[in-house]
């Protein structure tokens, strides 16, 4: 073939070729994309760990920097403990001024200096300063560092480009300030939860921060400062927001039983008793106490109150012995409910053995209350209330007389032993004739029409007890606003969602993505409901409670509560005693009545009040 006309065929071919149209490429878009994001982000907020070990053990001891990726990488380790003990740099006072001392050499280079504090940044939210478990110097430090990172801000911003995590931090110096979650409160009470997320995911915010915890605080505490009804409304989310997380649940109950406290006419909300008595166990118990020292006495008052009108409920319902709900004897002792100090269950062979879901469930409500009741009846049970001097006995069967017994004698039985309904007069029997009171639940007895008369007349007349005008509410606030009600069978949790972190107990960080609020199915809390006005704190001298007096009554009252014996040697010109172990829960009120402590004896006070 003729070259040229070669030449002008292999033109011909590559034209054709170039006209066939190009496929189009969508892949790239998305890289252009991420090169961009990655650009404005700016440097990882992300080091190796095992880098930032390294550069820690050769900072500490020799206490200055070789270079800035060095001083980088020593920023992120604050909180990295590289010998696998307790040692670490934020708890080292010298090493850790050095570490910022340090830092001064690149001040005057914004794009240097955010280098190293960033990784600042991610120390300051990595070790948690606020635990309970930090030592003081390590908080004193974390402190210090908060107070460096809002201080030296302004050092990170360059003239010409900035990343977002800077202005991110520029926008939020909030965050470190004294109260770092709260400019984030209200957001999340309204349902806005991007900002959050947000500035979690540009300054390398992870889920195990003290962050995640104290935002779920700062959230319950801003809904605390509502009104009572939108307050009430939101328990049972906030309830479910603090999960099983023993550190947030302590600290987030404590602020919600108080503020419940001090709503007006407060109505029972069920959800909060479960959760508090599930968490702390049963407010008046001595073994208890640690759990509910906390508190303010309002607030455990009322959950107690709560309890004991749920036992009286559960007593004349479900223990009755002919199946049928007393409420006439429930509607009666309710209203004694703010006066009752202390109750217990004597229960029979059916109520204490029976596998039946309810009662198997109530066995675990009152534990540490109950006490075996030896009856040739095994449906029978008893019902023992202490109120002030009268230590009063119920049984289940409405044909069995009431009992009541005073303190200033002598009581014939022992709880701490099983007990017996007859014979009367019997080894540890509830019935027994040193009874000052006997009345049966008869009408038209002696010219009342009913029972309910006579029982408050003999009540008021001999031992002084007046029944309050309101009973405690029926009515109950389900957990989580819906009306229902939790059944016997199943104790009341917060809800809890499978996948949530905080629904392992062993674990005790919580995701941010487990709160209710950050879910888009939790309704948020319009922002038109204006917050409580604030009102000056009322300066009052608080009595002391009738229960904590000294005198002979409540004396005795404490022997029985601790099962301790009293040994009265003054008039031999001995001592006062009460043998017993130093028991942490009377500690307090035997040292305010002036006993003393002898190891292995008891308590002993000289003196003759």
Not at 215 to 239: P, Q, S, W, Y
Not at 443 to 454: A, C, I, K, Q, T
């Amino acid at each position: 073939m003729d070259p040229l006309a070669l030449l002008s065929d292999l033109l011909r071919q590559t034209s054709n070729q170039s006209s066939v149209p190009m496929r189009q490429c969508t892949e790239i878009d998305g890289v252009l994309a991420e090169l961009e994001k990655r650009v404005r982000s700016g440097s990882s907020s992300y080091e190796p760990n095992d880098l930032q070990v390294e550069a820690v053990k050769n900072f500490w001891d020799a206490r200055g920097f070789e270079s800035l990726r060095q001083a980088r990488l020593v920023s992120f380790g604050l909180a990295v403990r590289p010998w696998n003990d307790r040692r670490c740099l934020i708890e080292e006072p010298e090493r850790f001024g050095a570490a910022l001392t340090g830092l001064r050499n690149w001040e005057s280079s914004p794009r240097q200096f955010r280098r190293c504090y960033q990784g600042l940044v991610r120390s300051y939210f990595d070790y948690d300063g606020l635990g309970r478990d930090v030592p003081a110097t390590g908080h004193r430090n974390w402190r210090q560092l908060q107070a460096y990172l809002c201080d030296k801000a302004k050092l990170i911003r360059d003239a010409a480009i900035n990343p977002d995590w800077v202005e991110c931090a520029l926008e939020n110096k909030g965050l470190f300030s004294p109260t770092p979650c709260a400019s984030y409160a209200q957001d999340l009470l309204d349902g806005r939860e991007d900002k959050v997320r947000q500035v979690r995911e540009l300054l390398g915010i992870n889920d195990a921060s003290w962050f995640t915890r104290e935002l779920v605080l700062a959230h319950i505490k801003r809904a605390c400062e509502l009104e009572d009804t939108a307050f009430t409304n939101m328990v049972g989310r906030l309830l479910a927001l603090l999960g099983r997380n023993e550190v947030l649940r302590d600290r987030g109950l404590r602020v919600i039983l108080e503020r419940y406290a001090e709503v007006a006419q407060m109505p029972q909300h069920s959800g909060l008793k479960d959760y508090s008595v599930n968490a702390w166990g049963n407010p008046w118990l001595p073994s208890n106490e640690h759990r509910w020292g906390g508190v303010t006495d309002d607030a455990r008052q009322m959950v107690g109150d709560w309890l004991k009108l749920e036992f009286i409920e559960l007593f004349f319902t479900k223990l009755v012995q002919d199946g049928r709900s007393d409420t006439r004897r429930v509607k009666f002792w309710a209203k004694y409910v703010p006066l009752i100090e202390n109750i217990h269950f004597a229960l029979g062979t059916h109520a204490k053995y029976s596998h039946e879901p309810d009662f198997v469930a109530l066995r675990a409500k009152l534990k540490g209350l109950t006490v075996s009741l030896q009856d040739n009846k095994p449906f029978n049970n008893a019902f023992v209330m202490t109120m002030g001097d009268l230590v009063a006995v119920e049984f289940s069967g409405e044909s069995n007389a009431f009992y009541g017994y005073s303190f200033k004698r002598s009581l014939p039985f022992d709880l701490s032993k099983p007990v017996r309904s007859a014979p009367v007069n019997g080894r540890n029997s509830l019935k027994n004739d040193a009874r000052v009171l006997y009345l049966t639940h008869q009408d038209s007895v002696r010219g009342y029409s009913g029972w309910e008369d006579r029982f408050k007349k003999e009540l008021q007349d001999k031992f002084g007890l007046v029944p309050s005008r309101q009973s405690a509410p029926l009515v109950v606030l389900s957990p989580a606003s819906t009306g229902s009600h939790t059944p016997l069978a199943q104790p009341a949790v917060p809800p809890q969602q499978s996948t949530s972190p905080a629904a392992d107990t062993t674990r005790q960080n919580i995701s941010p993505q487990s709160f209710g609020v950050l879910r888009p199915s939790a309704a948020p809390v319009q922002s038109q409901v204006a917050p409580r006005t604030p009102t000056a704190p009322e300066q009052k001298t608080l009595p002391i409670p009738a229960s904590e007096v000294y005198n002979e009554v409540n004396l005795r009252k404490l022997a029985w509560r601790f099962s301790a014996s009293i040994v009265d040697r003054r008039e031999k010109g001995g001592s006062l005693w009460l043998v017993m172990a130093n028991a942490p829960e009377a500690r307090r009120i035997l040292k305010a009545w002036g006993f003393q402590y002898s190891e292995g004896k008891g308590w002993w006070k000289k003196d003759l009040e």
